[in-house]
C-alpha cells in the first residue's frame, strides 16, 4: 500500500476516534472517556444555550467521527467535519480552554490534507451528478464490503440513543463498534507489517480511551498509558514512510538496471 492511501487511513482513524470520543463523553461523561474536550460541559456553564449547543456539537461530533471511523463513508465524514472543526477550533479559542485549540488546529491542517487526497470525490459535490461523490473517493472504492461497517454505525447510533442508562452497557456497544471498524480495515490484503502494527495500536488507544473511566477505577491514573502509545504509533508511522520511500526507490533502481541492461 502506497504511503498516500496509508496517510488517508491513519487520519480518518485518528480524527475519527477524537471526534466519536468527543461527542459520546458529553452524553455520558461518568462512562465515556475522550482523547480532548471537556469531559462534562454541564460544570463549565448552566446556561440554556450554551448546554443546547454543545449538545448539537455532540451529536455531530458521534456522526462525523463514526463516519470517518468506517473507511467505506469516510468522505461524508469529511466534508460534514471541516466546517465543524473550524468553528469547534474558533469556539474554543474564545472559551479559553487551554491547549484544546491547538489540538483542534492540528486536526484542522491533518482534515485539509485528507480534503486534498479526496479532491476528486469533492469535486463531485459541484457536478450535475453528485450521486457519484462515494464512487470517486479513495476510501469508499478500497472497502467495497459494507455489512460490517454498517453494524458499527448502528451500534454508534444505539449508544446515544441508551445513554440514558449510564452505565457499563454504552463501554460494551462503543467497544464492539471499535472492534469492527478496526476488522473492517483488514478488506485491503496489502498491508505492510508496520500498517498491521498501526492499526492494533489504534484498537489499543481507541479501546483504552473509550474505556478510561473504568480502568482508572481499577488502577489509578492506567488510562494515562494512551499517552505513550500515541507517540509510539507516531514513530512507528514516520518510519514506515521513510521504509516504503526507499523500498519505491530500489524498485525503481532494479527497473532502470534492466532497461539499461
Known sequence: MSSKYITLIMIYLATGI???????????PGNIGNLIGPVDYRKISD??????FMQGIAVLQV????????QRYSVFGLIM?????LGILIFTIVAGFGLTPIINLLLLLLLLYAFYLEKEAIRQ?????????????PSFQQFPERLVP???????????????LDNIVLNILTTTALLLFT???FQRKDYIFADKILIFLFLMISSITVNGMLINKMIAKGFYVVFLLIPMGILIYLFRLVYWKFSEKNVQDRQNQVKEG
Open 18 to 28: 477524537i471526534y466519536l470520543t468527543a461527542g459520546l463523553s458529553k452524553f455520558s
Open 47 to 52: 446556561s440554556t444555550v450554551f448546554l443546547l
Open 63 to 70: 456522526v462525523v467521527g463514526a463516519l470517518l471511523l468506517s
Open 81 to 85: 467535519v471541516l466546517p465543524m472543526s
Open 125 to 137: 459535490l459541484f457536478r450535475k451528478d453528485r450521486k457519484g461523490i462515494l464512487f470517486k473517493s
Open 150 to 164: 454498517n453494524i458499527a454505525l448502528i451500534l454508534i447510533g444505539l449508544t446515544v440513543l441508551v445513554s440514558f
Open 183 to 185: 476488522i473492517n480495515l
